[in-house]
């Protein structure tokens, strides 16, 4: 064949490929046997090795997973992924009922029940019709750029079906997971090899996914369910319903156990008829997701800081087993936070052997008259964490001990204090060790002040030698005292003296969060950012002016008033000042000279980060994308750009280079400047 024909014969055996593949994976009737479908596939192999040009992104040949990956690279989603607010009885899902009926009053309101998929969720983008980036949940705002893992999952269609309607740009939400029979195989071949067991599937399902070669994904056999489109350019959906349907039309697999219910009765009786109908499954689940069916009420309800309010999980009652509690321990997390943890004769509970679980705090030791020597029943709470559920008090012995949570810290003896308005009991002490190591590990984490090379290995040491009293001591930090650490060299000093320095300017939104405030997440701090334009104008911030922010509820803004009310909080707030770090977002609107400018970012990048560049083009006021489109102002090009750079030329889109975007930041704060 020459290369016209072997063009021709490439693009049949795609087209039936894929034919094959929807009919087997997605509509369970196959219609030739795997032998012939494996000579379809080691031919389309063989002729594209041949013309190695003829290889596109859909082909379904690169299901099979390509070369390893160095590392994931951070995708900005579109729009969050937000987590869902849980709920664990008939009389939480009818107080669920109730707040839409306030928040929507005289409306009706239909329900769409679905099976809550017990996996790892993805989002899904679709530019053209072509599978185009895949990326985990992440923190909600970022996630992983899992693309190469995610073509190996052949329940994810690498071309669209064709139809009228086909957006330019489609984004959809998933969960990926492992059936049953594919997790027995799996852990069946690790013991053989003498290697760790997978804990349940869905363990499994996340390893899979942080897996840096694609062909050791392809291996595991995952697969997918469809739920939700996250964004849609052009026309959208009346309602959920109708977005099923077009997802069904466009090839994605969706759960064949929806309901549409009229009202709330129907949809705790439908939520009721899964529990025991739901191991017959051949995958995991742990609860139903209930969902607004209309589009209109649920741009309505809108969405706090975590989660939509049109939506929520029923979660199914746990599994169950005894075993002894032999003592409870406390334990003093970053914010202070005593926690009080029961120490468990080791038992077998789904999957996993359990020997510790959470008590949660004294009120609910309490409620439930827990006492060390107790035989009790624990469960794991949607079938993940442990929790001890009841005591069975009829055996005991009179030899069981009270627990009462302690007055005095139990890591530094500085004073503990009960949260007014809370159950929880806190340590003072801003600067007890047990805290402290935790602080600093948030304050520099990525998603904070981003201090590269501050790893908790150096911290711990830092800590421990009383480098550091609190995060503002790090920028007192001199290369003298680092290069006295373990395994510290001169090249490794001088790197981390260089980023805590760089970290001085990072966006007001960014110290916010670093400052571990509790409650409060990368998204609440964003949303101080934008109504407070300083640190200082948020700490005198009245409790008013704080409740009048949509998405800041009660509890966070009690927290908020409680840790700037703090002298030690006063204290490090005055230090970090003094060190020069930027405590104010200083741009005004006039400065924003982006806003109104959409970027996409495509290739390696050599002198920062993408995260990086994201929060540059934010703070003066431009949007990411992860797609090219007419709406696209620039398109910023890193090395091996990619089909994304073809595309901004064929639409005469401004293609920026690195170090031509970097002049162009320094103009614009020179104009600024002056």
């Known amino acids: 064949m020459n290369k016209r024909q072997t063009h021709l014969r490439i693009k049949k055996l795609r087209e039936q490929i894929e034919r094959h593949n929807h009919k087997y994976y997605i509509d369970a009737q196959p219609e030739i046997s795997d032998r012939e479908y494996d000579l379809l596939m080691e031919e389309l192999i063989r002729l594209e090795h041949k013309f190695p040009d003829l290889i596109i992104p859909d082909s379904p040949s690169q299901r099979v997973g390509g070369s390893p990956l160095k590392e994931f690279r951070t995708v900005t989603h579109r729009t969050p992924m937000l987590s869902i607010a849980n709920t664990y009885s008939e009389d939480e899902i009818m107080e669920f009922d109730a707040r839409m009926r306030k928040n929507l009053t005289g409306e009706n309101i239909d329900y769409v029940v679905e099976l809550k998929i017990d996996g790892v969720a993805v989002n899904l983008i679709y530019e053209n019709e072509i599978f185009a980036i895949g990326t985990s949940r992440g923190d909600g705002i970022h996630g992983d750029d899992i693309t190469k893992n995610l073509r190996t999952i052949k329940t994810i269609p ?33 013991e053989k090899r003498e290697e760790l067991l997978f804990a349940n599937p869905r363990n499994a399902a996340a390893g899979s996914m942080k897996l ?33 349907k077009l997802l069904d039309t466009y090839g994605f697999r969706t759960n064949p156990n929806i309901q549409r219910c009229k009202d709330i009765d129907e949809v705790i009786k439908y939520c009721n008829g899964w529990q025991s109908k739901r191991e017959k499954l051949g995958y995991e689940t742990d609860g139903m997701v209930i969902k607004v069916n209309s589009m209109v009420q649920r741009e309505k309800l809108g969405a706090t800081g975590k989660s939509p309010r049109w939506l929520i999980a029923y979660k199914f009652p746990a599994k169950q087993a005894a075993t002894i509690l032999e003592e409870i321990v406390v334990q003093v997390g970053r ?65 069981e001990r009270e627990f009462g949570m302690p007055r005095k810290c139990p890591v530094c003896s ?77 090249i490794l000093a001088n790197k981390i003296i260089w980023n805590i320095r760089e970290s001085r300017n990072r966006s007001l939104s960014r110290l916010i969060f670093a400052l571990g405030i509790p409650h409060v997440g990368v998204l609440s701090a964003e949303i101080l950012a934008k109504n407070f334009s300083s640190v200082d104008q948020l700490r005198t911030a009245k409790k008013e002016e704080l409740e009048a922010i949509g998405e800041i509820g009660e509890i966070m803004t009690d927290s908020i008033m409680h840790f700037f009310e703090r002298e030690d909080t006063k204290e490090v707030l005055i230090k970090i000042k003094n060190a020069g770090v930027k405590m104010e977002e200083t741009k005004s609107l006039e400065d924003k000279v982006f806003v109104a400018k ?77």
Do not use: W
């Open 212 to 244: 840096l070669d694609p062909k050791m994904v392809a291996q595991r056999h995952l697969n997918i369910f469809v739920y939700e489109i996250g964004y849609m350019e052009g026309s959208a959906c009346n309602n959920h319903v109708e977005a099923l």
């Open 158 to 190: 690498l071309r669209l079906q064709m139809s009228d309607s086909i957006s330019s740009v489609l984004e959809v939400r998933g969960e990926v997971y492992m059936t049953k029979d594919v997790f027995r195989q799996i852990n069946k071949e690790r």
């Open 414 to 490: 500085g004073d503990v204090k009960k949260i007014e308005g809370e159950v929880a009991y806190r340590c003072e002490n801003l600067k007890c060790p047990a805290q402290l190591e935790r602080r600093i590990r948030h304050f520099v984490s990525r998603r904070a002040m981003d201090i590269e090379s501050l790893g908790p290995a150096i911290i711990t040491q830092l800590v421990k030698k009383k480098l550091v009293k609190d995060y503002a001591d790090l920028y007192s930090l001199k290369f003298d005292n680092l290069i006295k650490l373990e395994r510290m060299g001169d």
């Open 335 to 399: 914010t202070g936070i005593l926690t009080p943890v029961a120490e468990l004769k080791p038992v077998a509970l789904a999957g996993t052997t359990v020997s510790r679980a959470t008590l949660h705090n004294q009120d609910e030791i309490m409620r439930k008259d827990i006492r060390v020597g107790d035989k009790v029943i624990i469960e794991k709470g949607g079938d993940v964490i442990p929790k001890i559920v009841s005591v069975v008090k009829e055996v005991r012995t009179g030899k």
């Open 598 to 674: 959409n970027f996409v970012i495509t290739g390696t990048l050599a002198k920062y980060k993408r995260h990086q560049v994201s929060d540059i083009i934010k703070e003066l006021g431009g949007s990411i994308s992860e797609s090219v489109s007419k709406k696209t102002s620039f398109l910023l090009a890193g090395a091996s750009p990619g089909s994304k750079y073809n595309k901004a030329q064929k639409l005469g889109i401004t293609i920026l280079t690195e170090d031509e975007f970097l002049t162009l930041i320094r103009t614009i704060s020179g104009q600024i400047a002056r």
